[in-house]
T-cell receptor, first 112, second 119 residues
Framework: DGGITQSPKYLFRKEGQNVTLSCEQN?????MYWYRQDPGQGLRLIYY???????QKGDIAEGYSVSREKKESFPLTVTSAQKNPTAFYLC???????????FGPGTRLTVT | AQTVTQSQPEMSVQEAETVTLSCTYD???????LFWYKQPPSRQMILVIR????KQQNATENRFSVNFQKAAKSFSLKISDSQLGDTAMYFC????????????????WGLGTSLAVNP
């Protein structure tokens, strides 16, 4: 079954701790994206990667970091520098030369 | 810069009836794509339908169809024979066409319309 997986579904952390959100896809897609979703604000792009070992900042990259060592994987680290990390995080992927993005089920991160 | 506006924060419809969700966008581009995504209570984001700006024919996917008015920069979604499972947030999104430096095929999102289908 092809798809995008994000784990865990719910994540709780204490303030000041870094946390890494997982995103894996077996669709053989080239591009991958991380979005943040807050109530009333729609989706905002954090980072994206078009190929392995390359990634670019999105609109709200401060306090986040990513890596793209494998085509299938695009983990997102929420660092302690992110001032308001509590949010719903969505990972997406896209096949090269196509335009549709397909999404994982998301991770709800709560930092207290 | 491109913007996407969904002017209806909330809507409701009776089961089996038809509902239309509005979306307008602002762009100086001539070639682009438009999308409707659905986010049910599970929060999984699901692609509903897409429209290429260069195509005059409106896209259709089963009970979902769009009314694309390029000159008016309008892209509404019509849901026919509404079902309880259609209850969700619906997001309109825009993407520039083509690959060039800095394009990256970013989606520009509206803020969404919450649709409730009532039995």
């Amino acid at each position: 079954d092809g798809g995008i997986t994000q784990s865990p579904k719910y994540l709780f952390r204490k303030e000041g701790q870094n946390v890494t959100l997982s995103c894996e896809q077996n669709l053989n897609h080239d591009a991958m994206y991380w979005y943040r979703q807050d109530p009333g604000q729609g989706l905002r792009l954090i980072y994206y990667s078009q190929i392995v070992n390359d990634f670019q900042k999105g609109d709200i990259a401060e306090g986040y970091s990513v890596s793209r060592e494998k085509k299938e994987s695009f983990p997102l680290t929420v660092t302690s520098a992110q001032k308001n990390p509590t949010a719903f995080y969505l990972c997406a992927s896209r096949r090269d030369t196509y335009y549709e993005q397909y999404f994982g089920p998301g991770t709800r991160l709560t930092v207290t | 810069a491109q913007t996407v506006t969904q002017s209806q924060p909330e809507m409701s419809v009776q089961e089996a009836e038809t509902v239309t969700l509005s979306c307008t966008y602002d762009t100086s581009e001539n070639n682009y794509y438009l999308f409707w995504y659905k986010q049910p209570p599970s929060r999984q984001m699901i692609l509903v339908i897409r429209q290429e700006a260069y195509k005059q024919q409106n896209a259709t996917e089963n009970r979902f169809s769009v009314n694309f008015q390029k000159a008016a920069k309008s892209f509404s979604l019509k849901i026919s024979d509404s079902q309880l499972g259609d209850t969700a947030m619906y997001f309109c999104a825009f993407m520039k066409h083509g690959v060039n430096a800095g394009n990256n095929r970013k989606l520009i999102w509206g803020l969404g319309t919450s649709l409730a289908v009532n039995p």
